[in-house]
Structures are given as structure tokens and as C-alpha cells.
Nanobody
Framework: QVQLVESGGGLVQAGGSLRLSCTASAPTISFVFLEWFRQTPGKEREFVAGTTLYGSSTRYADSIKGRFTISRDNAKNMVYLQMNNLKPEDTAVYYC???????WGQGTQVTVSS
């Protein structure tokens, strides 16, 4: 069973930075797409950022464009989300997602205080 495990969440002040990591139990080259989603209570899980197999193409939600950067290291079976200039509205549980196969991690909490 393939597992994705997120880490790196925490509490940070507005304007600060965090780097989320997602470790895969299988080679990340098996995931054509690796993505980050986030969810707050009572809301739908929303797309944040995604990257293709070798990181040659990335896509971002408009709300975080210019502040977050997704990257992947297939040699280490990792995908990252560098989050800069964090805002209180970025507070959410962040999930790693791999396709094909619809694999999800358990999530990591990010809390941004004002």
C-alpha cells in the first residue's frame, strides 16, 4: 500500500514562511502528478499547487500564486511546498496528493496568526 506522509506544518505569524514536505513510500516517478491541497472546517478541499513528473510544469491556485512554490525530488521520493508571506487565510490542513491512483496523505496543520 502506497503511503504519502506530510510534515512541516506548524504555527507561524503572518508574513512568515513554512516548508511542507511529503514523503512517498513508493518511487515518486510512479506519480505523474503530485499536488498539494488544503482544507478548512466546513469547506471543500481545494487545490493549491501541482507539478508534473519531472517538475517541468507547475500549476498554482490564484490565491497563492507568487507566494508558494511546489517542487519535487524524485531521487528522494519527496515533494515540497515552500510557502512564503503566509496570511491568516492560508490556515488549513494541507494534504499531499498523488496521481494516478488517487493517493492522499493524512494532512499537516498550518496555522497562520495575525
Amino acid at each position: 500500500q502506497v503511503q504519502l506522509v506530510e510534515s512541516g506544518g506548524g504555527l507561524v505569524q503572518a508574513g512568515g514562511s513554512l516548508r511542507l514536505s511529503c514523503t512517498a513510500s513508493a518511487p515518486t516517478i510512479s506519480f505523474v502528478f503530485l499536488e498539494w491541497f488544503r482544507q478548512t472546517p466546513g469547506k471543500e478541499r481545494e487545490f493549491v499547487a501541482g507539478t508534473t513528473l519531472y517538475g517541468s510544469s507547475t500549476r498554482y491556485a490564484d490565491s497563492i500564486k507568487g507566494r508558494f512554490t511546489i517542487s519535487r525530488d524524485n531521487a528522494k521520493n519527496m515533494v515540497y511546498l515552500q510557502m512564503n508571506n503566509l496570511k491568516p487565510e492560508d490556515t488549513a490542513v494541507y494534504y499531499c496528493h498523488g496521481q494516478p491512483g488517487e493517493y492522499w496523505g493524512q494532512g499537516t496543520q498550518v496555522t497562520v496568526s495575525s
